[in-house]
């Protein structure tokens, strides 16, 4: 009887064993080497390496990417070794990474299929991960915490500490960064000082009148005087931290005049290696990452801290001696929030994507909720036509700047005015043929193919990755794009025919610098993509926050896309980051001085 129950137990283990190794090569082991797999991320295509010995995954390693960096960081760093301990692909996303961690384990996905594994019953198999341990309870106090690590949050932090605060800025995500650090990087000031400002006959007032008549007169005037006129002192600041801009200024779409400047590095990540640099050097501010803010502690009427969760679930207590600054960003990735605010356009649900991380949820209006906040303009939400088909990313857009590239339909016909307003611009897209464009244009822009757009990518690098297309003529450009040769042929001929004597062409355009005439070609597709939301929490001059009874709800500041009322109905493209830039340094000193 003995012997005979050995022998059920000895099947049973050779069963299960067997059963893992089917489950893994399907001959009983792995098959050893080293494979490579492809998957799809924020900047396009994503390549990984992953070595196996017969019995296991020895290392996973991303060899080639184009994802934004800060963005993807975490990602790359932390799934492939999670892979590797676990085993398994089926992982959780890191948080602010989604997309590239997501593309990562697509690819090693991939890769093991190639060695032939069948990766269903492998992660159905795979030993399951060790409970994370529930850290203990935090209880901290700092003059000022802010909730938020976007741009806004960033700077409210930097300059209360600069304004002898200490500060505790939380981020719910694994990297600071928020909106601010996927955003092309292009910040509206005027310096009445420049050559350039002067050549293109720019001025503070100016840039208020766009803003203002930009927004349909819907933005606060006193907000908006305060945007542009403070926004080249934050040009000051920022440079006065190390931050570094390439000389002179552009039109970035939608800005409606030269006066974007451009940092050097790519995309917002310059912004926050600033901030960072700041906050390793300095005492007194720290960051607390994978921290979200829950609620608000609130004492005889005034907002005096944060009730925060941390990483593992453990409650996280934040007091604040002088004042809270609210910097969670707006709702672009809410899908319920966008359809029940929407007035405007034929739709916002889950088939439109987003420009925003999916961070971008609108987790601050649930913290307002219970202090009966005042909600301003929500139906204010802005999409871009420059969606990536298949992320709804910025990266991809070929673009360099508005003067010298066109958009065109799946017929290969322009239009609308490529210099109009965000909102004119989009709406128009989605009058055409499956809501798609192209953008076109040509050696003007890169002369080798190898400069880099606003989003550190090349032409050469989007074509070789499938993200655009190339001709050496107009027609070969023409059958790249699946487009009317003919069609094509006379929306660039209509074109440099108004660049030559910079007349208006039919559709009202007068931003012009050089032809489409210069081979090679190339384009890129384009989708609408949710960018923005403009509407949020009622704040004043000095970013306090207003109940609905408008009155001050004492201690509790707000800056960046939580806020509403500044923009109006359109933003200018380009106002964002001068947006995060000068509310969060005023709601940060503000709040530092608990006034």
């Known amino acids: 009887?003995?012997?005979?129950?050995?022998?059920?137990?000895?099947?049973?283990?050779?069963?299960?064993s067997s059963l893992f190794f089917v489950s893994c090569g399907g001959n009983g082991k792995f098959k050893a080497g080293?494979?490579?797999?492809?998957?799809?991320?924020?900047?396009?295509?994503?390549?990984?390496?992953?070595?196996?010995?017969?019995?296991?995954?020895?290392?996973?390693?991303?060899?080639?990417?184009?994802?934004?960096?800060?963005?993807?960081?975490?990602?790359?760093?932390?799934?492939?070794?999670?892979?590797?301990?676990?085993?398994?692909?089926?992982?959780?996303?890191?948080?602010?990474?989604?997309?590239?961690?997501?593309?990562?384990?697509?690819a090693v996905d991939a890769a093991l299929k190639k060695a032939g594994v069948d990766v269903e019953k492998l992660n159905a198999t795979a030993p399951a991960s060790k409970a994370e341990t529930k850290a203990a309870d935090v209880e901290k106090t700092a003059d000022v915490?802010?909730?938020?690590?976007?741009?806004?949050?960033?700077?409210?932090?930097?300059?209360?500490?600069?304004?002898?605060?200490?500060?505790?800025?939380?981020?719910?995500?694994?990297?600071?960064?928020?909106?601010?650090?996927m955003a092309g990087g292009a910040l509206n000031a005027v310096d009445d000082g420049s050559e350039t400002a002067k050549e293109h006959k720019d001025s503070v007032a100016l840039h208020y009148k766009q803003t203002y008549e930009g927004g349909d007169k819907q933005g606060d005037p006193a907000l908006i005087h305060v945007l542009t006129d403070n926004a080249w002192k934050g040009v000051e600041w920022l440079k006065s931290m190390g931050m570094e801009f390439k000389p002179g200024t552009f039109t970035v779409t939608g800005g409606l005049w030269p006066r974007a400047h451009k940092p050097v590095d790519p995309?917002?990540?310059?912004?926050?290696?600033?901030?960072?640099?700041?906050?390793?050097?300095?005492?007194?501010?720290?960051?607390?990452?994978?921290?979200?803010?829950?609620?608000?502690?609130?004492?005889?009427?005034?907002?005096?801290?944060?009730?925060?969760?941390?990483?593992?679930?453990?409650k996280v207590t934040l007091r604040a001696n002088k004042g809270v600054v609210l910097a969670t960003g707006g709702f672009a990735r809410n899908i319920e929030?966008?359809?029940?605010?929407?007035?405007?356009?034929?739709?916002?649900?889950?088939?439109?994507?987003?420009?925003?991380?999916?961070?971008?949820?609108?987790?601050?209006?649930?913290m307002l909720a219970p202090l009966n906040a005042q909600l301003v303009q929500m139906e204010n939400i802005q999409l871009l036509p420059l969606g990536d088909p298949e992320t709804g990313s910025l990266s991809g857009n070929i673009e360099m700047d508005v003067e010298r590239r066109i958009f065109v339909n799946k017929n290969g016909d322009r239009f609308v005015d490529e210099g109009a307003r965000r909102d004119t611009m989009t709406m128009a897209l989605f009058h055409q043929p499956d809501h798609y464009m192209w953008i076109v244009l040509d050696?003007?822009?890169?002369?080798?193919?190898?400069?880099?757009?606003?989003?550190?990518?090349?032409?050469?690098?989007?074509?070789?990755?499938?993200?655009?297309?190339?001709?050496?003529?107009?027609?070969e450009l023409a059958k790249a794009m699946n487009v009317p040769a003919d069609h094509l042929k006379a929306a660039l001929d209509d074109f440099n025919k108004h660049v030559a004597d910079k007349s208006k062409d039919a559709f009202g355009r007068t931003l012009y610098s050089t032809p489409i005439?210069?081979?090679?070609?190339?384009?890129?597709?384009?989708?609408?993509?949710?960018?923005?939301?403009?509407?949020?929490?009622?704040?004043?001059?000095?970013?306090?926050v207003y109940n609905k009874d408008g009155k001050i709800i004492p201690g509790l500041y707000a800056a960046g896309e939580v806020t509403g009322g500044i923009h109006g109905a359109n933003r200018l493209g380009g106002n964002a980051l001068t947006d995060t830039v000068v509310f969060g340094r005023i709601a940060g000193a503000n709040a530092a001085a608990g006034k």
């Open 337 to 366: 929030m966008r359809k029940e605010y929407n007035k405007q356009w034929p739709t916002l649900d889950a088939s439109v994507p987003s420009t925003n991380p999916p961070s971008s949820t609108g987790d601050g209006f649930a």
């Open 34 to 106: 080293t494979y490579t797999g492809e998957g799809t991320g924020m900047g396009g295509a994503l390549t990984v390496q992953v070595k196996l010995s017969d019995s296991k995954i020895e290392s996973v390693t991303v060899t080639k990417h184009n994802e934004t960096p800060g963005i993807s960081d975490p990602a790359i760093e932390k799934i492939p070794v999670q892979i590797v301990a676990s085993q398994k692909t089926n992982l959780d996303v890191i948080g602010g990474s989604t997309i590239t961690s997501r593309a990562i384990m697509q």
């Open 443 to 475: 050696s003007h822009c890169y002369p080798t193919g190898d400069e880099k757009n606003n989003f550190n990518e090349s032409a050469n690098e989007l074509v070789a990755a499938g993200r655009a297309v190339k001709g050496n003529s107009v027609e």
């Open 517 to 544: 005439d210069k081979a090679p070609f190339y384009a890129a597709p384009r989708v609408p993509t949710v960018h923005h939301t403009m509407g949020g929490v009622k704040i004043d001059t000095d970013c306090h």
């Open 145 to 181: 915490i802010v909730v938020g690590g976007g741009g806004a949050g960033m700077a409210a932090g930097v300059q209360a500490n600069q304004n002898g605060a200490t500060v505790i800025i939380i981020e719910k995500t694994s990297r600071v960064g928020g909106n601010t650090i």
């Open 1 to 16: 009887m003995k012997k005979f129950a050995f022998l059920k137990r000895t099947a049973a283990l050779m069963l299960a």
């Open 267 to 314: 995309v917002g990540t310059g912004f926050f290696k600033t901030y960072n640099r700041y906050i390793d050097s300095h005492k007194g501010i720290e960051v607390m990452l994978n921290t979200k803010g829950e609620s608000f502690i609130v004492e005889n009427g005034k907002v005096v801290g944060v009730n925060a969760i941390g990483e593992t679930g453990n």
